[in-house]
């Protein structure tokens, strides 16, 4: 069954989940402070999340090959859960103190991500479910 559900593109679903939630917190917080004196905005990089993702996704399909799996890594080395584990590193700090204008843009952009991934997802739990359902 984890084979299964590792073959699945939810596990890449389940990074951008998570990286647009924490997103959607970084850029309220900026919202929440907009009028703070001395506030910089901050941000989490999505091209820089991306980039790691694309590493990570890499790296597990060259285990998988060296191993000659189709499914988890035996010894439990899943290099996409480690992707959203630190956040920090890709955090950024804006020198230039941006207006609510384009804190709600970044927001809406980044709920569309987030919507996207939710949906994709609930169609492979769908597809997963019809599969199961099958074989019984």
Request: no cysteine.
């Amino acid at each position: 069954m984890p084979d299964l559900f590792q073959a699945t593109s939810v596990p890449l679903l389940e990074q951008v989940v998570n990286f647009s939630q924490a997103r959607h917190n970084v850029l309220a917080g900026n919202i929440a402070n907009i009028d703070t004196p001395g506030y910089r905005t901050r941000d989490l990089s999505p091209e820089m999340f991306q980039a790691k993702l694309k590493e990570a996704l890499q790296e597990r399909d060259a285990l998988r090959r060296s191993q000659g799996l189709r499914g988890a890594h035996p010894e439990g080395i899943d290099p996409l859960a480690a992707t959203g584990r630190n956040l920090e590193s890709i955090l950024r700090h804006d020198g230039v103190n941006v207006g609510i204008e384009g804190q709600v843009t970044e927001i809406a952009k980044n709920q569309v991500q987030h919507n996207m991934a939710l949906s994709i997802m609930n169609s492979q739990f769908r597809l997963l479910n019809t599969a199961i359902s099958e074989r019984v």
